[in-house]
């Protein structure tokens, strides 16, 4: 089993920046692939990021440029910096991690651990 936590969420204004970090503990051997997943109110949750086993990250095309996901000193351990945050970006972070060793982007169901869920929100 694997405990995803993640950190650094709160309030900035709109051009400010963020990072957040996920930190998994527990069979943290077992992951492969990590991502970041929003979900702001009255929508679906859709993927951010996504940091690979082959150590490529991967970006939905509205935060490219702006966002950027990496991978921690330690397994398990995974960064999403934020930049020129823009009141669209409001929404709730998720990580997640899932035991697929692949390139391609996984589906959400292919996901077996989340974390909490952190708050971003940016005011303009």
């Known amino acids: 089993q694997v405990r995803l936590v993640e950190s650094g969420g709160g309030l900035v204004q709109a051009g400010g920046s963020l990072r957040l970090a996920c930190t998994a503990s527990?069979?943290?051997?077992?992951?492969?692939?990590m991502a970041w997943y929003r979900q702001a109110p009255g929508k679906q949750r859709e993927l951010v990021a996504t940091w690979t086993a082959s150590g490529s990250p991967n970006y939905v095309d509205s935060v490219k440029g702006r966002f950027t996901v990496s991978r921690g000193p330690a397994k398990g351990t995974v960064y999403l910096e934020m930049n020129s945050l823009k009141s669209e970006d409001t929404a709730v972070y998720f990580c997640a991690a899932s035991t697929v060793l692949t390139t391609r982007t996984l589906r959400l169901n292919e996901y077996d651990f989340w974390g909490q869920g952190t708050q971003v929100t940016v005011s303009s």
């Open positions: 527990g069979s943290i051997f077992s992951i492969n692939t």
